[in-house]
């Protein structure tokens, strides 16, 4: 049975840091392509970053100061992905999911979300 299984969200001060965790399981892992995708409170789903098999990353969100703050990452032994959020703003407030996908072979898999509240 697949699953991914997002963790780590929570409420967390203006200018703070979070780690966000996806476990995946029932499929081989290593040879999946990773998203992390977030919906914000009335807007629509937004791709954050995305990491290949090989650990390529890319960002799609804006970076502060010249520098990224969503750094994704993956261990293949843990069969986990992660996504740091550095200097988290109000506006980083959503539900984050986790997304695998099998490149040329039309596969997508979603985790359930985990949200992230950015409040003082």
């Known amino acids: 049975q697949v699953q991914l299984v997002e963790s780590g969200g929570g409420l967390v001060q203006p200018g703070g840091s979070l780690r966000l965790s996806c476990e995946a399981s029932g499929f081989t892992f290593s040879v999946f392509a990773m998203s992390w995708y977030r919906q914000a409170p009335g807007k629509e789903r937004e791709l954050v970053a995305d990491?290949?098999?090989?650990?390529?990353?890319?960002?799609?969100v804006d970076s502060e100061k010249g520098r990224w703050r969503f750094t994704i990452s993956r261990d293949n032994a843990k069969n986990t992905v992660y996504l740091q959020i550095d200097s988290l703003r109000l506006e980083d407030t959503a539900v984050y999911y986790c997304?695998?996908?099998?490149?040329?072979?039309?596969?997508?898999?979603w985790g359930k979300g985990t949200l992230v509240t950015v409040s003082s």
């Open positions: 997304k695998a996908s099998r490149t040329g072979y039309g596969i997508n898999y």
């Open positions: 990491i290949t098999n090989a650990g390529v990353t890319t960002n799609y």
